[in-house]
């Protein structure tokens, strides 16, 4: 019996035992599970500047957890090693919601603040997410959540309320390249509007030369963000070569900077990042 995973727009329809696009949801019996639930590949206590976020509790860390799998595909992918990974190709410890709860309330003496989702897609591991923000939202210690914001409307309004702040990864301006990425700029437009009634925000931009680097359009992108809320911080961060785009130039420094100074001009806090 074929059922439809309703956590992103790719609304893939699986047969019984088939993996979706990407690679962490399945059909089990009927139902559509995330095959990389409590399975984490990546943990560290980070400085919350690294998320980025340089707004929300600034000069404190956040115990960082990420699986496997994504839903987009990005050539350009700084994590691929486990965003693109299958289950079987990356090494994985298994933890509980309240297990990691723990663990975070153990760092609070060393500036921990809470519990952080990246390095790979989480909300491909969507339950598991949800879950964990529950425990640390009861235990009165904060969620962070660093997305593509590549989600389904109604997901997300069940997670929202658990979250207290967010990075949404803003690919580009265009459709153009998210359909290179096999992406939807229009969801991902509408999870950044969401989170902004909803929790403390910021918006990245990874700018790679030839791509997404033009003065146009980030004048469209900082534009459309402004009519959001002007005061919602934009990093600007520079590409180095990674994944399927390792011969490709890193981003100059200049280009950067650049691009800052326009998106100044409609935004209050703009960022450059790896600079």
Not at 95 to 111: D, H, I, S, Y
Not at 182 to 201: Q, S
Request: charge should be positive; hydrophobic fraction near 35%.
């Amino acid at each position: 019996m074929k059922e439809i995973c309703e956590i992103c727009f790719h609304h893939c329809v699986l047969k019984d035992g088939e993996i979706g696009f990407c690679r962490a949801r399945k059909n089990q019996n009927g139902k559509i599970i995330p095959i990389n639930y409590g399975k984490i590949t990546s943990i560290s206590l980070d400085p919350i500047e690294k998320k980025p976020l340089r707004q929300f509790y600034s000069g404190k860390k956040i115990l960082s957890i990420g699986s496997f799998g994504c839903n987009l595909r990005c050539p350009f992918c700084q994590n691929y090693e486990i965003s693109m990974a299958q289950e079987t190709q990356c090494g994985q410890i298994f933890c509980t919601p309240t297990q990691l709860f723990r663990k975070a309330q153990e760092l609070v003496p060393k500036g921990n603040i809470g519990l952080a989702y990246t390095y790979n897609e989480p909300l491909v591991g969507y339950e598991f997410v949800r879950n964990c923000a529950k425990k640390i939202h009861e235990g009165n210690l904060k969620n962070v959540l660093v997305t593509n914001g590549t989600i389904c409307k109604e997901p997300l309004q069940e997670l929202l309320p658990l979250i207290d702040a967010a990075n949404v990864d803003l690919k580009a301006f265009t459709p153009q390249f998210y359909q290179k990425i096999a992406g939807n700029l229009e969801v991902v437009k509408e999870t950044i509007r969401m989170m902004a009634d909803h929790c403390h925000l910021e918006v990245t931009t990874l700018v790679i030369p030839g791509e997404n680097d033009s003065i146009e359009e980030m004048k469209e992108l900082s534009f459309w963000l402004s009519s959001v809320r002007r005061d919602i911080p934009l990093h600007i961060t520079r590409f180095f070569p990674r994944y399927q785009f390792k011969n490709h130039p890193p981003t100059p420094v200049e280009t950067i900077h650049r691009l800052c100074e326009t998106a100044r001009e409609f935004l209050e806090y703009v960022y450059p990042g790896n600079c």
